[in-house]
């Protein structure tokens, strides 16, 4: 038992490191150190938490939340609940201004904190830069930060959906429109966008190099569009769209988004014909390019990340998504075969 745990610490903590790199004035060694910091939240996130995680404000370079706004427990990652609109969250904001800044503000927040406030930021750790300002929340309850709603009564007929909301950088998890998961992303370059519109999960691979390039190894793939070569994957996250038209996500978001959604079924006898389609996942927006990231207005905005029910129920209309868009015996779009 002890083994397991240090072997999947370890490999954890590898990961982290593994795509840290050294930016000027953040030494290596402190980078290491935070990077244990992740290991150790991401190793947490397999059990139920015990307690509210440790939500000290933060000092250096920080402006500081009201101390009401940390009162209350926090809540597991995957918690349906959003706070109600009279009870928003307040933020401040917290400047990196040199490496003990950044380590401090990790060791008083705590592991579990410190990834709420990078995953706030669209960030993984080696994307927390010397020089950058940090959003940090005055809570660190997932649940209250979700910028989607709790439930989605157009949902309600749909076992299982993904939304991806470009314009804020995110993705939301609905079981018979019940949010159970949302976390950050990074999707399309302003070269190559996440084209908006209806996908599915088609197939996936634990570990796929890419066609575009044989250097970027992708994580936990799922493939949403075989021809384009779009998917959902683990990459690096550096706070702003930056993908080759992929949904990226952090690394624990993409394990489970792997493990949860469904995959296709093909027709037997006939692999050009499907079944029944995989996990439906509308891309219901596009991201404004140019213009001031909407996580970083939420010091002075708090609702600048929401998406409203009503804008995914418009998308979802939109694209024609209902609790039975496959029909058995229905082609297979050519841009959907494996190859």
Same mark, same amino acid.
């Given at each position: 038992?002890?083994?397991?745990?240090?072997?999947?610490?370890?490999?954890?903590?590898?990961?982290?490191?593994? !795509?840290? #790199?050294?930016?000027?004035?953040?030494?290596?060694?402190?980078? =290491? *150190? @935070?990077?244990?910091?992740?290991? &150790?939240? /991401?190793?947490?996130?397999?059990?139920?938490?015990?307690?509210?995680?440790?939500?000290?404000?933060?000092?250096?370079?920080?402006?500081?939340?009201?101390?009401?706004?940390?009162?209350?427990?926090?809540?597991?990652?995957?918690?349906?609940?959003?706070?109600?609109?009279?009870?928003?969250?307040?933020?401040?904001?917290?400047?990196?201004?040199?490496?003990?800044?950044?380590?401090? !503000?990790? #060791?008083?927040?705590?592991?579990?904190?410190?990834?709420?406030? =990078? *995953? @706030?930021?669209?960030?993984?750790? &080696?994307? /927390?830069?010397?020089?950058?300002?940090?959003?940090?929340?005055?809570?660190?309850?997932?649940?209250?930060?979700?910028?989607?709603?709790?439930?989605?009564?157009?949902?309600?007929?749909?076992?299982?959906?993904?939304?991806?909301?470009?314009?804020?950088?995110?993705?939301?998890?609905?079981?018979?429109?019940?949010?159970?998961?949302?976390?950050?992303?990074?999707?399309?370059?302003?070269?190559?966008?996440?084209?908006?519109?209806?996908?599915?999960?088609?197939?996936?691979?634990?570990?796929?190099?890419?066609?575009?390039?044989?250097?970027?190894?992708?994580?936990?793939?799922?493939?949403?569009?075989?021809?384009?070569?779009?998917?959902?994957?683990?990459?690096?996250?550096?706070?702003?769209?930056?993908?080759?038209?992929?949904?990226?996500?952090?690394?624990?978001?993409?394990?489970?988004?792997?493990?949860?959604?469904?995959?296709?079924?093909?027709?037997?006898?006939?692999?050009?014909?499907?079944?029944?389609?995989?996990?439906?996942?509308?891309?219901?927006?596009?991201?404004?390019?140019?213009?001031?990231?909407?996580?970083?207005?939420?010091?002075?905005?708090?609702?600048?990340?929401?998406?409203?029910?009503?804008?995914?129920?418009?998308?979802?209309?939109?694209?024609?998504?209902?609790?039975?868009?496959?029909?058995?015996?229905?082609?297979?779009?050519?841009?959907?075969?494996?190859?």
């Amino acid at each position: 038992m002890v083994s397991n745990i240090f072997v999947n610490s370890w490999g954890v903590f590898w990961q982290a490191a593994r !795509l840290m #790199r050294p930016q000027p004035g953040l030494p290596v060694r402190p980078l =290491l *150190a @935070l990077a244990a910091l992740i290991a &150790a939240a /991401a190793i947490g996130c397999g059990r139920r938490p015990g307690g509210a995680p440790r939500s000290e404000a933060p000092t250096p370079g920080a402006t500081v939340a009201s101390p009401r706004d940390t009162a209350g427990a926090a809540a597991p990652a995957d918690t349906a609940a959003v706070a109600p609109a009279d009870t928003l969250p307040r933020y401040a904001t917290f400047a990196i201004t040199d490496e003990k800044a950044l380590s401090g !503000l990790a #060791r008083r927040l705590g592991p579990d904190s410190f990834a709420v406030v =990078l *995953a @706030l930021n669209r960030i993984d750790l &080696a994307h /927390a830069r010397q020089g950058d300002t940090l959003v940090v929340p005055g809570t660190f309850d997932r649940a209250r930060l979700s910028p989607f709603p709790d439930t989605l009564p157009a949902a309600r007929a749909l076992p299982k959906l993904l939304v991806v909301s470009a314009r804020v950088q995110v993705f939301g998890a609905y079981e018979s429109g019940r949010l159970c998961r949302w976390g950050p992303t990074s999707t399309g370059r302003q070269e190559k966008p996440t084209t908006p519109g209806l996908y599915h999960t088609n197939w996936r691979q634990r570990r796929r190099v890419s066609t575009f390039n044989d250097e970027w190894v992708l994580n936990w793939y799922v493939n949403l569009s075989n021809f384009d070569g779009i998917s959902l994957h683990q990459y690096e996250l550096p706070g702003r769209p930056a993908s080759h038209s992929c949904v990226r996500l952090l690394e624990d978001d993409a394990a489970w988004l792997y493990h949860w959604v469904e995959t296709w079924k093909l027709v037997p006898g006939d692999r050009r014909k499907i079944a029944e389609q995989g996990t439906p996942v509308v891309v219901m927006d596009e991201y404004v390019f140019g213009g001031r990231k909407p996580w970083k207005r939420l010091p002075e905005d708090p609702r600048a990340t929401t998406v409203t029910a009503e804008e995914i129920e418009a998308a979802l209309g939109r694209w024609g998504v209902t609790g039975g868009d496959a029909l058995p015996g229905q082609a297979v779009p050519h841009d959907s075969l494996p190859h």
